[in-house]
């Protein structure tokens, strides 16, 4: 697994781990963290190695000498830059981390004969639409390079498929929320809160609304498709879908959570940054059909995730 120590990888080592799998884990802690894999480092069939998968070589090189006694038979690829902002500012950074990364990844499958890879994309994918973002929709026109990286990534695995893998699964899901989280908007809230505990500032005016999803839906869903799915290209959207959450929503949970007394100021408009989707109409009907529905609702998510991140942030 790639990105192994960040926010959903580390929560998707533990989950393999708990299956019986024996899992490869490296990620270059930019935004990971050796305390996210606590647990699973107390585990024999875990192997951790600091690395930077676009560092080919040694990345080959690892891959190579820990699969000596048993090829890996999946590749579950999630390193990504997962600050869409960054990439704003800098299109370098998805340019590296979000599709060199992939590319590597299927350079290093190829050698190794790694048949099969799941793939974590995202609903930025879709950009900005009017209509219901179902899985086949398109032309697709992203508005930030994660999406625009994430897209090219996604179709670097479909040539790949018809050169030598066997079989790709492609997620896309929006906002995911939770504890370890490394990003996202309940995440800043809370930052901002412990550097100033009197007033939030929130960009925008509160309205934007999203669904949000909660990591442990996340994982019950891409292991359900990766079990189910047995087209050789299978891509599904993942998500809360037809439940939606306000920003307003988010602050004021944070603020009562962490700080009851703090003032919460927004800045206008009804969007928050460059490359920011503002509203979405997500359809999850293709998972659905499939026989997967998620547990709980995007009000449910961010409520359990704002508990999560608080009691992160103040032990
Ligand atoms: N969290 C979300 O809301 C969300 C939504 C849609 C898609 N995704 C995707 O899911 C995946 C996991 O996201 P996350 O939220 O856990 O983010 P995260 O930043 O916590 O995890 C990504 C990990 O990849 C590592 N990484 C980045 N570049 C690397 C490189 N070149 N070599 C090795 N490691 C590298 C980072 O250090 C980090 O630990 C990403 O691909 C992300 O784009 C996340």
Not at 28 to 36: D, S, V, W
Not at 269 to 278: Q, T, Y
Not at 299 to 310: N, T
Request: charged share 25%; net charge neutral.
């Amino acid at each position: 697994m790639t990105g192994a120590a960040g926010f959903i990888g580390s929560h998707l080592v533990d989950r393999l781990l708990e299956r019986g799998c024996t899992v490869l884990g490296v990620d270059n802690m930019k935004l990971g963290r050796r305390a996210n894999l606590a647990h699973a480092l107390e585990n024999k069939r875990f192997k951790f190695v600091e690395l930077d998968v676009n560092d080919a070589p040694i990345f080959l090189r690892t891959v190579r000498q820990q699969s000596h006694d048993k090829p890996f038979d999946i590749t579950w690829h999630m390193a990504a830059n997962s600050d869409i902002r960054a990439g704003v500012a800098d299109a370098e950074v998805d340019l590296r981390d979000t599709f060199m990364t992939t590319f590597n990844v299927l350079k290093v499958m190829r050698e190794l004969k790694i048949p099969q890879i799941a793939f974590a994309s995202t609903s930025a994918i879709y950009g900005m639409h009017d209509k219901k973002l179902i899985e086949d929709l398109g032309p697709l026109f992203p508005i930030s390079n994660y999406g625009a990286m994430k897209l090219a990534s996604e179709a670097c695995i479909s040539a790949a498929l018809e050169a030598y893998l066997q079989r790709a699964w492609i997620f896309r899901f929006p906002n995911v929320v939770g504890s370890r989280s490394t990003h996202g908007v309940i995440y800043d809230f809370v930052q901002k809160l412990k550097a100033n505990p009197n007033e939030l500032e929130v960009l925008g005016d509160g309205t934007q609304e999203k669904p949000y999803f909660h990591v442990t839906d996340l994982l019950d869903a891409m292991l359900f498709i990766v079990e189910r799915a047995t087209e050789k290209l299978s891509f599904f959207n993942i998500g809360t879908a037809e439940t939606v959450t306000t920003v307003r929503y988010i602050a004021e949970a944070v603020v009562k959570q962490m700080s009851p007394a703090a003032a919460i100021r927004y800045t206008g408009g009804n969007r928050g940054w460059v490359g920011d989707v503002p509203k979405f109409n997500y359809s999850i009907q293709k998972l659905k059909r499939l026989g997967w529905s998620p547990r709980l609702t995007s009000q449910a998510a961010v409520d359990r995730a704002v508990e999560e991140i608080v009691a992160e942030a103040v032990r």
